[in-house]
C-alpha cells in the first residue's frame, strides 16, 4: 500500500458509542494531521502533528481524542459524538523539516463518519 | 493567525472556456500557496503552488499568479475540460512559526460540455 491509507472507509456509530479512526503513511513523512469536511467547513483542521509531538489543537471539543505513536500512524479515538460530527474525516502527512521548502501535503482518502 | 478568503464559491463555465479563482491572505508572512483539486469522492490533490519569491507560475493549461503587496493569489484555468470539475481550495502558509496550510473555503467548478 502507498499513500495515505485510512480506515475504516465508512463508520456509523451511536452517540454513546466508542470508536477509533486510523490512519497511516507509507511516504516518511514526518508531519500528520487530521481534517473534518463538511458542507459547513470544507477543510476544517483539528490537529497536528510533528515528530509525534502534538503541534496544534484548533479548539476541539474532547470528545475527540487524537494519538501518535510513531510518525507513520495517527489515531482520532471518538466518544460520545454528536449527529453534528458526522462527516468526512481526512487524515494528511507532509515532510516537515524546518527548512524552506513546500509543505505538499499528501491525503488520505477519508473516513465518511454518521453519527445517529 | 493566518485567514484565507476564496471566491467564488461556486463557478459554472462552457468547456473550453477560461476560469478564475481569486484568493486573499491576511498573514504578510505567508510565503508558500497551494491549490489542491477534489474531485467528487476523491480526496485533495496538489495541482500547483507557487512561492513567494515569483509573480507567476505555469503548468499546461493552470497557473496561478501572486501579488505579494495586495495578498493576493489566483488560479488561472485555460480551455476548461470536464474534467477539470471539482471543488478547488487554495491554501497558505508560512516557513516560521505556524508551518500548516490554512485553507480557503474552496470553489466548486463545474464545466458544462
Known amino acids: 500500500e502507498t499513500g495515505v491509507t485510512q480506515t475504516p472507509r465508512h463508520l456509523v456509530m451511536g452517540m454513546t458509542n466508542k470508536k477509533s479512526l486510523k490512519c497511516e503513511q507509507h511516504?516518511?513523512?514526518?508531519?500528520m494531521y487530521w481534517y473534518k469536511q463538511s458542507a459547513k467547513k470544507p477543510l476544517e483542521l483539528m490537529f497536528v502533528?510533528?515528530?509525534?509531538?502534538?503541534?496544534e489543537n484548533n479548539s476541539v471539543p474532547s470528545r475527540f481524542s487524537p494519538e501518535c505513536p510513531n510518525s507513520s500512524h495517527l489515531f482520532l479515538h471518538l466518544h460520545t459524538l454528536q449527529p453534528e460530527d458526522s462527516a468526512l474525516y481526512l487524515c494528511?502527512?507532509?515532510?516537515?523539516?524546518?527548512?524552506?521548502?513546500?509543505?505538499?501535503?499528501?491525503f488520505g482518502p477519508g473516513t465518511r463518519l454518521t453519527v445517529l | 493567525g493566518e485567514n484565507v478568503e476564496q471566491h467564488p464559491s461556486t463557478l459554472s463555465v462552457q468547456e473550453g472556456d477560461s476560469a478564475v479563482i481569486k484568493c486573499t491572505y491576511s498573514?504578510?508572512?505567508?510565503?508558500?500557496f497551494p491549490w489542491y483539486k477534489q474531485e467528487l469522492g476523491k480526496r485533495p490533490q496538489l495541482i500547483i503552488d507557487?512561492?513567494?519569491?515569483?509573480g507567476e507560475k505555469k503548468d499546461q493549461r493552470i497557473a496561478v499568479t501572486l501579488n505579494k503587496t495586495a495578498k493576493h493569489f489566483s488560479l488561472h484555468i485555460t480551455e476548461t475540460q470536464p474534467e477539470d470539475s471539482a471543488v478547488y481550495f487554495c491554501?497558505?502558509?508560512?516557513?516560521?512559526?505556524?508551518?500548516?496550510?490554512?485553507f480557503g473555503s474552496g470553489t466548486r467548478l463545474q464545466v458544462q460540455p
Open positions: 494528511a502527512s507532509s515532510q516537515d523539516d524546518q527548512r524552506p521548502s513546500y509543505n505538499e501535503q499528501f
Open positions: 511516504l516518511g513523512h514526518n508531519a
Open positions: 502533528y510533528n515528530f509525534k509531538e502534538q503541534t
Open positions: 498573514d504578510s508572512a505567508s510565503n508558500y
Open positions: 507557487i512561492r513567494s519569491n515569483v
Open positions: 491554501a497558505a502558509s508560512r516557513d516560521t512559526g505556524r508551518r500548516a496550510l490554512t
